[in-house]
């Protein structure tokens, strides 16, 4: 198959990257390794939208600005976080012309103050609905533009390069098991984070960080890669299904609500407010719990026991009865919520043309590090995803118009068939990893456990580093298989730079370097070669 | 294993790929009150045996709507239906193609690639 632009993953980046590329012009094929549309981290969003509309109180994309970077702990690009904060407004009405219902009162769109926000700044879809809508606006605009070929089920096994370009990507049709060769002038990278190498995640299975592996065996940059954003108040007890880990956060800023020990004490200073940004908060629920005052199910408690249920019904309509049909009465009982590994500030390595430092190779969305430094603030993920995706598939599209057609081999050995299936069960050391990247490499870090980490990420890299060819039908042995392999590979990156940044800085806690150090405050970049990871200051 | 010895669901699990005789496995599973039908699946995956083949993405958040099964006759989302005691009989949508186990092929048909080949533009220019 040939293209001019080559969009890898279809969440909210690859999505307006493949509309912005298609509006400059170019042919687009947008691929997914699972439904387009569906698979990824956007339609699972569930809280707010931050761009400086001024539709509440009087703002400008500069005061955005400096609270992403006043957030990000001194370690955002700072070029990266202007384009993100510059280009929101735009994006977010052209989502609202598109017909996305952010919520409004009767004169304005609706804007709520989210922590680490100097105002009113952050939109949403009521009810708990940002990422379905969003998701489902660009899929209809996607239906749309003939010159974007959408595909599904076709997972990309690693980057085509030649003469050290990116000539398009070596693909899997998962369904049939053909091998497939990408042929694209320019290819983006929009697959989203990596936390589902954690075991308390908000992520879908698709975020096993394919976009960084698939960057750093093509000869890319990563960044910053040791700040993994855990959410504080991930939902931890009791039992509730059908809902998104993070959906507290909602509640939050329309309600306030209170975060208790085990003492039943506030113990943030918020006084029902809602204000703690994500790693000062993530960390003071650590801390309780390892000081005996955890919630019995080693959390905190959130309660909204003070709102009525005409309140709450107001605020949240259907979500109530979902949640009544979970058990759950927060007129009367308290929740317990726990951090959760949610998001990846660090990334692919680009710059403001959202170009990787392998040419025609580009990034976009979460894929991307740099712009939300060492802590994100809340609403930035999805303008992120919105004004990156969209500055990327411009800038691909007009690559794509004076190059030509480059053609690719089917040489690279992504799967042969004389290789045999790893005896291993990949899905239990999958498990595995999981729990030691939680154990060791989760917010808070010392340099026994990251060795032991890197032990057990070190040890598994033989089982997993060949794949053999897939077969037809979804293989789901095959399919851990690779997930294992990209899962690994991007671990081993996060503890070796974790390990490397001997001070705590955002999401980055070390107990044996409890200070931040101006010696620090810099990026880390970490690419392969010499046979292995190599980590740059 | 402390898991083993306490409440068990029997769930019976439809196997085969297109072309072959369908067949049923059945499995005893350690499950908590409140647990799903998914979370069994995963369960078996890692515990039994990692060749069954089960198509979902959110895991937990009703979102990505992938995990549309057959849970004793009734079509349901995997993530969303309750473990219970009891033997449940799982199986394929019936009304659509079998790809293997418990998936079928649900993706919108403008967004698929032809399963017989290649697609769209020639291969070579």
């Given at each position: 198959m040939q293209t001019d632009v080559l969009v890898i993953g279809a969440g909210a980046a690859g999505m307006y990257a493949a509309i912005g590329a298609a509006r400059a012009g170019a042919r687009v094929v947008l691929a997914d390794r699972s439904l387009i549309g569906r698979g990824g981290a956007t339609v699972m969003a569930q809280m707010t939208v931050a761009a400086a509309l001024g539709e509440e109180t009087p703002d400008h994309w500069e005061y955005h600005v400096a609270d992403t970077l006043k957030a990000g702990r001194g370690l955002c690009e700072p070029a990266l976080s202007q384009l993100l904060c510059e280009d929101a407004p735009e994006c977010i009405r052209e989502m609202d012309n598109w017909g996305v219902g952010w919520a409004r009162d009767e004169k304005h769109i609706r804007q709520v103050q989210a922590p680490g926000h100097d105002r009113p700044r952050c939109v949403y879809v009521d009810f708990v609905n940002t990422g379905p809508a969003v998701s489902k606006t660009l899929r209809a605009q996607l239906n749309r533009i003939p010159e974007v070929r959408r595909v599904g089920d076709v997972l990309v096994t690693d980057l085509a390069i030649h003469d050290g370009v990116c000539v398009g990507a070596h693909a899997v049709h998962v369904i049939s098991g053909e091998v497939l060769t990408l042929n694209a002038k320019a290819t983006i990278l929009a697959t989203g984070g990596l936390t589902r190498l954690y075991a308390r995640n908000s992520a879908s299975i698709n975020m096993g960080g394919d976009g960084y592996a698939l960057a750093l065996r093509a000869g890319a940059d990563l960044v910053d890669m040791e700040f993994v954003q855990f959410f504080p108040i991930g939902h931890l007890a009791p039992r509730l299904v059908g809902m998104d880990p993070i959906m507290w956060d909602p509640f939050r800023y329309k309600l306030g609500g209170k975060l208790l020990n085990a003492e039943l004490q506030?113990?943030?200073?918020e006084d029902g407010r809602y204000v703690s940004v994500r790693d000062h908060a993530t960390h003071a629920i650590l801390e309780e719990v390892a000081a005996g005052r955890g919630t019995p199910h080693g959390g905190a408690w959130l309660s909204f026991r003070h709102c009525s249920e005409a309140e709450l019904r107001s605020a949240f309509g259907p979500i109530i009865d979902r949640l009544a049909a979970n058990g759950i009465d927060l007129t009367r009982q308290a929740i317990e919520v726990a951090p959760i590994a949610h998001y990846h500030m660090g990334g692919i390595r680009v710059d403001t043309d959202m170009q990787t430092g392998v040419p025609h190779l580009f990034a976009a969305g979460e894929a991307v590090g740099g712009a939300n430094g060492a802590n994100r603030l809340s609403g930035n993920a999805i303008t992120e995803a919105f004004t990156f995706g969209r500055r990327a598939g411009l800038r691909a599209a007009a690559l794509a118009a004076k190059t030509a057609m480059p053609l690719i081999g089917q040489e690279t050995d992504r799967g042969r068939s004389d290789f045999p299936l790893s005896r291993i069960n990949a899905a239990a050391e999958i498990a595995r990893l999981q729990q030691v990247m939680n154990e060791h490499v989760g917010p808070l870090r010392a340099s026994g456990g990251l060795g032991r980490a890197l032990e057990h990420i070190t040890d598994l890299a033989e089982e997993c580093e060949q794949l053999p060819a897939p077969r037809a039908g979804l293989d789901p042995e095959w399919l851990d298989l690779h997930d294992l392999r990209n899962l690994r590979l991007v671990a081993e990156c996060i503890a070796q730079a974790a390990l490397a940044r001997e001070e705590s800085r955002g999401a980055h806690q070390r107990q044996d370097f409890p200070e931040t150090s101006e010696r620090w405050q810099r990026h880390q970049r970490i690419r392969l070669g010499g046979g292995g990871v190599r980590l740059e200051s | 294993m402390a898991a083993e010895c306490g409440l068990k669901a029997r769930l019976r699990i439809h196997r085969g790929t297109p072309g072959t005789a369908g067949r049923f496995e059945v499995h005893e599973v350690p499950f908590e009150p409140g647990q799903t039908v998914l979370d069994a699946l995963r369960w078996i995956r890692i515990h039994r045996d990692p060749s069954l083949a089960i198509r979902f993405s959110c895991i937990n958040a009703n979102a990505c709507k992938e995990c549309m099964i057959n849970v004793d006759g009734r079509t349901v989302y995997a993530c969303m239906t309750r473990l219970t005691e009891s033997e449940t009989t799982l199986e394929p949508l019936p009304n659509k193609t079998l790809i293997r186990d418990l998936v079928t092929e649900i993706a919108p048909p403008d967004e698929r690639l032809r399963v017989t080949g290649s697609f769209g533009e020639p291969t070579e220019e």
């Open positions: 506030e113990f943030l200073n | -």
